[in-house]
């Protein structure tokens, strides 16, 4: 007689259910402050090279020559429109950097992913990203030999409150009402009317001080 062979039991293991979480909202709310904000949306590793570059051989000349009277137009993170795509356009001055990367809540803070490029021997790095709005924290990461750091931007215009120090994609939409006081300066001449001139000696009060300090 043949021998029917045991069918084999499955043990049916039950997965624990969640437990709620006992966490406060006042515990959540400094938690989303310490770390970085993630935006939702797709990861991407962007090329440099998939868009021309938003600063022109003129800006660079100019700013070489320390005669660009409105760098910081370029230089820093503007949100713009460029080749017909919104998005933030980003520029820094380190000549000494061997490489430098956008980092923020966009991208997780991977330096990976938004590598910018050097435009030519100017020392200024850019980078344009499609798709970015205002309010994005961002910071530079930047590499010189075996050294990897980040640093704020110099030319941002909104930066978080201390303790946290990222830079803030900002575009103010602030108008300026003084069109009536500028045209009445432009009729003074203002080398026939009172001057007052202020002079600070900062060396010298250090000085001083370092002699109140010694006695």
């Known amino acids: 007689m043949k021998r029917k062979s045991p069918t084999p039991k499955t043990n049916t293991i039950k997965s624990p259910s969640p437990r ?117 924290l961002y910071k530079y990461e930047i590499k010189n030999g075996r050294r990897k750091f980040l640093k704020a931007d110099p030319y941002a215009f909104m930066m978080e409150v201390p303790p946290d120090t990222s830079s803030i994609v900002y575009k103010s939409s602030y108008t300026f009402r003084d069109r009536t006081w500028l045209a009445k300066r432009s009729k003074r001449q203002a080398w026939r009317e009172p001057l007052s001139i202020y002079e600070v000696h900062l060396d010298r009060g250090a000085e001083s001080r370092k002699k109140t300090i010694g006695r």
């Open 20 to 136: 709620k979480s006992t966490s406060s909202r006042k515990d959540a709310k400094a938690q989303s402050v310490s770390s970085p904000r993630l935006s939702k949306g797709k990861s991407r590793c962007q090329s440099p090279g998939e868009i021309p570059p938003t600063l022109g051989d003129l800006d660079l000349h100019l700013f070489g020559e320390g005669k660009h009277l409105r760098i910081y137009d370029k230089l820093g993170a503007h949100a713009i429109t460029h080749e017909s795509k919104h998005g933030v356009a980003f520029a820094v001055w380190t000549p000494a950097a061997d490489q430098v990367s956008i980092v923020g809540n966009f991208n997780g803070w991977d330096g990976k992913k938004d590598p910018m490029r050097r435009l030519g021997n100017s020392g200024v790095w850019e980078l344009f990203i499609p798709g970015l709005r205002e309010g994005e």
